[in-house]
């Protein structure tokens, strides 16, 4: 049972997942600092939102930390390069709010062109304006998009029933992407250039913050108005201020500012400029779904498997077409451990086949996980496994590669004398080891495998089965491989129970038996 601490709120299906799972879990809302160190002390997880600064000071406290949750998107407040040192994984949930975020930035574009705020303002307070708050029509305008990831492909999809032009730039994005969402691929300059309305879809990084100055302000559009419901620091706020004033732009909607909360600021109170409060992740649904989604990646991790929204561990990397290879590739490294009788001070792992054009880092740090395992107490993830090799004192070498021979895709795990290969057969469903130590003998990756070398000669496989089944041991599967010179051959059966240390010790003892061990993967 792990202890996991949640310092803001979170959806109460989101607790109760965490504690189904058999998690020791803690509401620890809204404590000071000292007390939030004091609190992290034994903590096995935490989960904040965008309150919780978690920084160096923080994880130093924290010596049992696995994993680092944020319910939400932005990783603004937590320090992912020092969890990330310290073997922690770091989480989030990146699609939770992305729907919310995208119909809250197309309800302020909509609001700042026909000024449904200033009206509301001027009618509550008993003035009947109508004149004065003329707005303008999308139709025919042009929208700018600034970064087509999650939340920026979905506001082109929303707004294309509005008969507009859309501009997109996204260095990482493709122009066949962005023409499947509506969207004409350009240069950022290009793209303020020309555009009525642009709107803004980046991360807060090095690279984007204060992106949006005095200079970039130049480039707009006469007359183009800005929404920023993305990250607050992109835009630099005085300058915006200065580009409302001189009449270049004719109006801003803001829901994120560079620091927040924020109450006081030259953009409030301006008849040209439309706020609200980080409202873009704030409907019932949005906060629902974070919830629970985190509390998946947490228990995930906290399970040592592996974590699809972890971003320490280039989670992205294991696409749809990698991550049915993950448990083989753990199986097949917990097999590999128990074929060596120590651990060897360097380990290849090769990535062969349709998999293997891909980055292999993730498929190896399954294989490792499974062959560390077997000589560590403490757990091995996907963050700490090539930092827990190199403290064991053993080298990794991974690479893909085209050739997998006969099989579609393959895994390789070897050292010195000593391989295991397996793959995915049936449509890719069960997980077989096809060669063990250079033979060619195909087996499942059961439970129980059994791997006996002997000479190659007539009468070897009735005296395997005739012991076996004196013993009760009911084999399942049976492969056979021989070398090429046709002295030794090697058995893999799988049964459906262990096989007694007595019976294999019995089956060393046969003429013509050259090893027996029981290989268990539970």
Same mark, same amino acid.
């Given at each position: 049972m792990a202890r996991v601490v949640i310092t803001e709120e979170l959806s109460e299906a989101g607790i109760e997942l965490l504690r189904s799972k058999g998690h020791d879990v803690t509401l620890s809302l809204g404590l000071s600092p000292h007390d939030l160190l004091r609190e992290i002390a034994d903590a096995d997880a935490l989960i904040v939102r965008s309150a919780t600064k978690v920084d160096a000071r923080l994880l130093d406290q924290a010596p049992q930390l696995q994993v680092i949750g944020r319910a939400g998107v932005g990783l603004d407040n =937590? /320090? @992912?390069? @020092? *969890? @990330?040192?310290r073997g922690i994984l770091v989480c989030n949930a990146p699609e939770s709010n992305v729907v919310s975020a995208a119909e809250h930035t197309v309800g302020l574009l909509l609001a700042l062109a026909r000024n449904v705020a200033q009206a509301h303002g001027a009618l509550v307070e008993g003035r009947w304006e109508r004149s004065l708050w003329t707005? =303008?029509?999308l139709l025919n305008k042009t929208i700018g998009i600034v970064g087509l990831g999650r939340v920026g492909r979905l506001v082109a999809q929303r !707004?294309?029933? +509005? /008969? =507009?032009?859309? !501009? *997109? +730039?996204? #260095?990482f994005v493709s122009s066949e992407s962005a023409r499947a969402v509506n969207a004409e691929m350009v240069e950022l300059d290009h793209l303020l250039g020309?555009? /009525?309305f642009v709107t803004v879809h980046l991360p807060k990084t090095a690279e984007t913050i204060g992106l949006f100055d005095s200079a970039r302000f130049a480039k707009f559009k006469p007359g183009a108005r800005l929404v920023n419901a993305a990250r607050g620091g992109v835009v630099v706020e005085d300058d915006l201020v200065d580009a409302l004033e001189s009449g270049h732009l004719a109006g801003a909607a803001l829901d994120v500012f560079d620091t927040e909360p924020k109450s006081n600021? #030259? !953009?409030f109170g301006r008849e040209d400029v439309l706020v609200t409060p980080h409202l873009g992740a704030s409907t019932n649904e949005a906060q629902d779904r974070a919830g629970i989604t985190i509390a998946e990646q947490v228990a995930l991790a906290l399970d040592g498997d592996f974590v699809p929204f972890a971003v320490n561990i280039a989670a992205e990397e294991a696409s749809d077409a990698l991550r049915p290879y993950l448990g083989i590739a753990e199986r097949l490294g917990a097999f590999f451990s128990g074929l060596v009788p120590d651990l060897p001070d360097e380990i290849e792992i090769k990535v062969a086949g349709e998999i293997g054009g891909y980055d292999t880092k993730i498929i190896a740090l399954a294989a490792l996980r499974g062959i560390l395992n077997q000589h560590s107490n403490d757990p091995i993830t996907f963050v700490n496994g090539f930092e827990h090799a190199a403290r064991l004192g053993v080298q990794i070498r991974d690479f893909g590669s085209q050739d997998a021979g006969e099989f579609r895709n393959l895994i390789e795990v070897r050292a010195g004398d000593h391989a295991v290969a397996g793959t995915l057969v049936r449509s890719g469903n069960e997980p077989r080891i096809v060669m063990i130590d250079d033979y060619s003998v195909e087996v499942p990756l059961s439970s129980h495998i059994l791997v006996i070398r002997n000479d190659d000669r007539p009468g070897m496989m009735g005296i395997v089965g005739t012991l076996l089944g004196k013993a009760d041991v009911n084999i399942s599967f049976m492969g056979l491989g021989r070398d090429g010179a046709g002295d030794h051959a090697l058995m893999a059966l799988a049964s459906d129970h262990p096989v007694a240390e007595d019976i294999l010790e019995t089956l060393k003892s046969e003429v013509g038996i050259q090893s027996a061990s029981l290989i268990e993967l539970g």
């Open positions: =937590v /320090d @992912t390069a @020092t *969890a @990330t040192a707005g =303008v029509e !707004l294309k029933g +509005f /008969d =507009v032009q859309i !501009l *997109a +730039f996204d #260095p020309r555009s /009525d600021s #030259p !953009l």
